[in-house]
């Protein structure tokens, strides 16, 4: 059985309520979901003690946390580990928030972001409204913005763990770009 067909395999003997396959699906894609944690713990706004096998941990239990798990394919699988990765990170941020006793915010810095000029920084809370606000108004820009930015893919590789073409990619992430900083800009 090739690979692509035995993930699919276990996503549906997951989706059917068998254990064992999403702890099968946890060791294939290990070392990957891990590689993109440490990704996502390097960037400079992430100023957690955060582990990159602690933040796949945290985004697995959310994964199996959902009552059914639904995932059609590895490009779902890794769209909603990406959508998890990024709420374990702004869990995380609101809880040392919390313990601060409201001091300062969790600052990003907003050129770095999402390669535009230099722009005052914004704060991990503000991105995440924004990155709801994004998803309300166009889910696959919401998409193409995690895999890119939190998940560091480039166009080409976004846009087959999409399905797209790398054109449409790339239109979708310069205009999220463009509405995320008409949107966090002062």
Request: contains cysteine.
């Amino acid at each position: 059985m090739t690979g692509g067909k035995e993930t699919e395999l276990l996503l549906s003997l997951w989706r059917e309520g068998e254990r064992g396959a999403g702890d099968q699906l946890l060791r294939r894609f290990y070392d990957e979901l891990r590689s993109l944690a440490a990704s996502q713990l390097g960037r400079s706004w992430s100023r957690q003690t955060l582990q990159a096998t602690e933040l796949v941990h945290e985004a697995w239990f959310r994964l199996c946390g959902t009552d059914e798990p639904s995932f059609e394919n590895r490009r779902h699988f890794f769209g909603c580990a990406a959508s998890a990765m990024r709420q374990a990170l702004i869990d995380r941020s609101r809880r040392a928030q919390a313990e601060r006793r409201g001091g300062d915010l969790e600052r990003v810095q907003f050129d770095e972001l999402l390669d535009l000029p230099s722009r005052p920084d914004v704060d991990l809370l503000e991105l995440d409204n924004a990155l709801r606000q994004l998803e309300r108004l166009d889910a696959e820009q919401l998409r193409i913005v995690e895999m890119r930015y939190f998940l560091g893919l480039t166009i080409e590789e976004t846009a087959g763990a999409l399905a797209l073409h790398p054109s449409a990619v790339n239109r979708k992430w310069e205009s999220a770009r463009a509405w995320l900083l008409k949107t966090l800009s002062p």
